[in-house]
């Protein structure tokens, strides 16, 4: 086994890493190319004893000092990162496409500052990747990755990652919901928690109707009170969750689990609310009435009762009444 064929599946597993990276992973999040797992199988696959021993020493001293070199296709001696395509979220067609690198630079090169050369670590490169959408060729996006020895972590998107937003989640709010989960993902779990509160409050408040200082648990109880009495009960409680996420704001708790959860069960909630067609629709504001408002058949009533006929009816109508009391005190 040569270290040609060590440098290609090393090359092949960075690869399918990035892929992985691009597609699943987030904002300083990473992943692991196991180069000691594919070196100890092509060592423990070599017959001759001295070129199990010259694998060993050239793995050791020579190849975490080789940098990776961006291309579309294995280069012979060489540690190649060939660029695959990915599937990713895409803002305009507002759903998962093809995208395919159209640029890219490896922007840790050795580097001139001050006139002066800067060496770089072994195993140290930052790469600058640019995709672009195949099904709407819209504005690319750009992508910083940063690799140390066989660690490759996400550093930087522009623009910044757009969250997938489930098509039950109501409209008006779903920027609430899309922040909670770039912060969660980006590992700021607090920020993530607060945004989850915020969104559930939001949506409450208008389909309440609620506006002013009124507190989380007026509002969480009038929502409640809000949803038809048959579906009620079955479905995740806004208030079970605005109480947790409350709970762990104030202590300030960094709660993975509980986001995970209470993400779900909100979103199994307006998925509930799209399957028994529950309206998003603000209650109408009541009309007030006058207190001493009497209604226009029971007037009728009493001027048939004492014999007015319509004519004089009409004229006390388009009486003020102040004037009538005046009139009736004079006389």
Same mark, same amino acid.
């Given at each position: 086994?040569?270290?040609? *064929? !060590?440098?290609?599946?090393?090359?092949?597993?960075?690869?399918?890493?990035?892929?992985?990276?691009?597609?699943?992973?987030?904002? +300083?999040?990473?992943?692991?190319?196991?180069?000691?797992?594919?070196? @100890? #199988? #092509?060592?423990?696959?070599?017959? #001759?004893?001295?070129?199990?021993? +010259?694998?060993?020493?050239?793995?050791?001293?020579?190849?975490?000092?080789?940098?990776?070199?961006?291309?579309?296709?294995?280069?012979?001696?060489?540690?190649?990162?060939?660029?695959?395509?990915?599937?990713?979220?895409?803002? &305009?067609?507002?759903?998962?496409?093809?995208? *395919?690198?159209?640029?890219?630079?490896? !922007?840790?090169?050795?580097?001139?500052?001050?006139?002066?050369?800067? *060496?770089?670590?072994?195993?140290?490169?930052?790469?600058?990747?640019? &995709?672009?959408?195949?099904?709407?060729?819209?504005?690319?996006?750009?992508?910083?990755?940063?690799?140390?020895?066989?660690?490759?972590?996400?550093?930087?998107?522009?623009?910044?990652?757009?969250?997938?937003?489930?098509? +039950? !989640?109501? =409209?008006?709010?779903?920027?609430?919901?899309? /922040?909670?989960?770039?912060?969660?993902?980006?590992?700021?779990?607090?920020?993530?928690?607060? &945004?989850?509160? %915020?969104?559930?409050? #939001?949506?409450?408040?208008?389909?309440?109707?609620?506006?002013?200082?009124?507190?989380?648990?007026?509002?969480?109880?009038?929502? +409640?009170?809000?949803?038809?009495?048959?579906?009620?009960?079955?479905?995740?409680?806004?208030?079970?969750?605005? /109480? =947790?996420?409350?709970?762990?704001?104030?202590? !300030?708790?960094? /709660?993975?689990?509980?986001?995970?959860?209470?993400?779900?069960?909100?979103? @199994?909630?307006? /998925?509930?609310?799209?399957?028994?067609?529950? %309206?998003?629709?603000?209650?109408?504001?009541?009309?007030?009435?006058?207190?001493?408002?009497?209604?226009?058949?029971?007037?009728?009533?009493?001027?048939?009762?004492?014999?007015?006929?319509?004519?004089?009816?009409?004229?006390?109508?388009?009486?003020?009444?102040?004037?009538?009391?005046?009139?009736?005190?004079?006389?």
């Amino acid at each position: 086994m040569s270290t040609q *064929a !060590v440098l290609t599946l090393l090359g092949l597993k960075a690869s399918q890493e990035l892929k992985s990276l691009l597609e699943n992973k987030h904002l +300083y999040q990473h992943v692991t190319i196991n180069a000691g797992e594919i070196l @100890k #199988q #092509q060592i423990e696959a070599e017959n #001759q004893t001295n070129l199990k021993i +010259y694998l060993g020493k050239w793995a050791t001293e020579e190849l975490p000092k080789m940098r990776f070199m961006l291309t579309n296709q294995p280069v012979k001696d060489a540690l190649t990162l060939a660029l695959p395509n990915a599937s990713l979220f895409c803002r &305009y067609c507002q759903r998962r496409e093809a995208f *395919a690198p159209i640029w890219s630079a490896d !922007v840790g090169s050795p580097i001139v500052h001050g006139g002066r050369q800067i *060496a770089l670590p072994d195993g140290f490169q930052i790469f600058f990747l640019v &995709y672009q959408c195949q099904r709407c060729f819209g504005r690319p996006e750009g992508f910083l990755v940063r690799r140390e020895v066989w660690i490759l972590g996400l550093h930087g998107r522009s623009p910044i990652e757009l969250a997938e937003v489930p098509a +039950y !989640v109501p =409209k008006v709010e779903s920027w609430l919901y899309r /922040d909670a989960v770039i912060a969660f993902n980006s590992g700021k779990i607090p920020a993530g928690l607060f &945004y989850l509160r %915020s969104f559930i409050e #939001q949506f409450a408040r208008r389909v309440t109707g609620l506006t002013g200082r009124v507190t989380g648990d007026e509002i969480m109880d009038a929502y +409640y009170k809000a949803l038809p009495a048959p579906n009620k009960d079955q479905m995740p409680s806004f208030r079970e969750w605005y /109480d =947790k996420l409350s709970k762990v704001l104030h202590s !300030v708790t960094q /709660d993975v689990g509980l986001f995970e959860t209470a993400k779900a069960q909100i979103e @199994k909630h307006f /998925d509930m609310r799209r399957v028994f067609e529950i %309206s998003e629709k603000s209650p109408a504001p009541e009309e007030t009435k006058p207190a001493m408002a009497v209604s226009a058949g029971l007037r009728g009533s009493h001027f048939r009762r004492f014999g007015v006929g319509h004519a004089a009816r009409r004229r006390v109508r388009n009486t003020p009444v102040r004037w009538l009391l005046r009139k009736n005190k004079q006389s």
